[in-house]
């Protein structure tokens, strides 16, 4: 893999992209209702290890989280959770992944799990899964990082948040630009790809 100070230049605005030896994914700590989502998981963290790089997520051992973090220790992956001490209970906290981070909050986790990450995944989830995604695009979208944002769109879960998301440039409240920060595909494999040649979006966030 890369050192931790690698980075790729971006030529415009003298932005800097990091390369990818981390990646974070939002998902649910629930398995959802088909099979199709924990067989996606087990995709996604088998082209994780492929590639060298490490899982970060949010510490549960449930759900599609727990599938995700057992099948990147299967192959010999890294993984990283980061769990409120609130939610350790709750949630069931991983205690075999490599690091298990206790945090006192929300806003902590998510801030950490931001500062250890290159490029952030939502998969299938909840109201937190996407909570979490359309915060980290809010941030890309204000320049606040430069860091990949997508989708993992299995059995097409998401496409009523890519409807909306479409909506809101069709009403002016949202620039193509933007919306196309987050990067939507169906297979693993095609959603890395994006993430290896994105370019950050360079302009203003306010819609005239």
């Known amino acids: ?98 690091e298990l981070h206790i945090v006192d909050s929300m ?11 290159d490029a952030f995944i939502a998969m299938p989830g909840g109201t937190g899964t996407l909570e979490e995604i359309i915060e980290t695009v809010t941030w890309a979208q204000l320049r606040f990082h430069t860091k990949p944002c997508g989708l993992l769109n299995t059995n097409h879960y998401f496409d009523h948040l890519i409807a909306f998301l479409d909506h809101a440039v069709e009403q002016g409240f949202l620039r193509t630009a933007h919306r196309n920060i987050l990067q939507v595909q169906e297979r693993p494999t095609e959603l890395l790809r994006k993430f290896h040649e994105y370019e950050p979006a360079l302009v203003d966030k306010w819609v005239d």
């Open 1 to 98: 893999m890369t050192s931790s100070t690698a980075r790729r230049s971006h030529p415009a605005d003298s932005i800097v992209v990091p390369l990818l030896r981390n990646i974070c994914v939002y998902c649910g700590s629930s398995p959802g209702s088909s099979a199709v989502y924990g067989a996606a998981a087990r995709e996604l963290a088998d082209e994780l290890v492929r590639q060298g790089i490490g899982l970060v997520y949010g510490g549960s051992s449930k759900g599609i989280m727990g599938i995700l973090a057992d099948r990147m220790l299967e192959h010999g992956g890294h993984v990283v959770g980061i769990i409120p001490e609130s939610l350790l209970k709750k949630e069931i906290g991983h205690d075999g992944i490599s």
């Open 107 to 117: 806003h902590t986790r998510k801030a950490m799990m931001a500062e250890r990450s």
